[in-house]
């Protein structure tokens, strides 16, 4: 007998988890998804609305289209509604790069900027972004296969020979001649038994 879902908590998430990895049940558009018209319209205008105030888009964005800041918060934190923030940012970058161009030509043809080195550094600058694309912009895809094998000649072996050890004195140490030090101290005579 199945477990009730309702006396055991567990139960309950297990449950919630096996529908949510259904397949279909992650929902991309539609009733359940987040993603509603009020959500879109705020999002629009959060992307595109100019009269919105800097400080404050999310929360005005919201009052606009009759969601609460939270509910905003909420739905924005949804997949499809993430995914279509998304799009919608990417098609304001899109439409703006264009009157970026247009600004970087402005300061790069700007025959006043030609007097002094800042002015002349700007104008390099501009030169430069329209001459080549930004660097995190283009795809770059190297491909390199080599395949070669790589016979040794003559191995030469450059490693230092192992050096004896040294002991380390200090200077007030008496050093002693080898002929001193390797000499068998005299031995006390020892009384032997002539039992033995």
């Known amino acids: 007998m199945a477990t009730r879902h309702d006396a055991d908590p567990k139960a ?3 449950a ?3 529908e949510a990895a259904k397949p279909g049940r992650q929902k991309t558009s539609g009733r359940g998804s987040g993603l509603t018209p009020k959500v879109r319209k705020a999002i629009e205008a959060l992307v595109f609305d100019d009269r919105l105030a800097p400080a404050a888009r999310l929360k ?6 009759g969601l609460s800041v939270s509910s905003l918060r909420t739905a924005m934190l ?3 509604v993430d995914a279509f923030y998304r799009t919608q940012l990417t098609l304001y970058r899109n439409g703006e790069r264009a009157q970026s161009l247009r600004t970087l030509a402005e300061i790069r043809d700007d025959p ?8 002349a550094t700007a104008q390099i600058k501009a030169a430069e ?3 080549f694309d930004q660097p995190g912009q283009a795809v770059n895809v190297n491909v390199g296969v080599d395949v070669s094998v ?3 000649g003559y191995v030469i072996d450059l490693t230092e020979p192992e050096r004896p050890k040294v002991i380390e004195h200090r200077k ?5 001649p080898v002929d001193e030090v390797l000499e068998f101290p005299p031995q006390p005579m020892r009384e032997t038994s002539e039992e033995f």
């Open 150 to 152: 790589t016979t040794p």
């Open 12 to 14: 309950l998430l297990a």
């Open 78 to 80: 949804k997949p499809a």
């Open 172 to 176: 007030d140490d008496v050093l002693l």
């Open 16 to 18: 919630r988890r096996r």
């Open 129 to 131: 972004r329209l001459a």
């Open 60 to 65: 005005e964005a919201a009052e606009h289209v």
């Open 112 to 119: 006043r900027l030609k007097g002094n080195a800042a002015g």
